[in-house]
């Protein structure tokens, strides 16, 4: 590509300059727009309760208890979606399928129990 003048020169590079600004701006809010699956209560509910809300939605709930109190003591810090444990089989045959069940998913709790 070839300029002419200094001023083509310095207009062809504030486009650059603001699409650049723009694109970033794009990407930096698509970021923030991402909720995650699993949200700590915004309520503050026992950590019994939220354990009891997650095996109510079918998952199995994984502890990362941080102190030595009992759980009736524990507050929630963050839930997390955890993975999702399968079944595979392959079938017998010409076909060889590989089947997978999904059996249960995980979600991970994270207490702090300090006394």
């Not at 999702?84 to 709790?109: C, D, E, F, M």
Request: one cysteine or more; aromatic letters at 6%; proline letters at 4%.
């Amino acid at each position: 590509m070839r300029f002419k003048c200094w001023k083509e020169i310095q207009l062809f590079g504030a486009g650059i300059t603001r699409s650049l600004v723009v694109a970033t701006a794009a990407i930096a809010l698509s970021w923030g727009s991402a909720a995650p699956a699993l949200a700590a209560p915004e309520t503050q509910k026992s950590a019994q309760a939220t354990i009891s809300d997650l095996e109510a939605q079918g998952l199995r709930p994984i502890l990362n208890k941080v102190g030595n109190a009992p759980i009736e003591e524990c507050t929630v810090i963050a839930v997390r979606e955890g993975t999702a444990v399968k079944h595979s089989w392959i079938q017998r045959g010409p076909t060889g399928n590989v089947g997978n069940l999904v059996r249960y998913k995980t979600a991970y709790v994270d207490l702090m129990c300090n006394r």
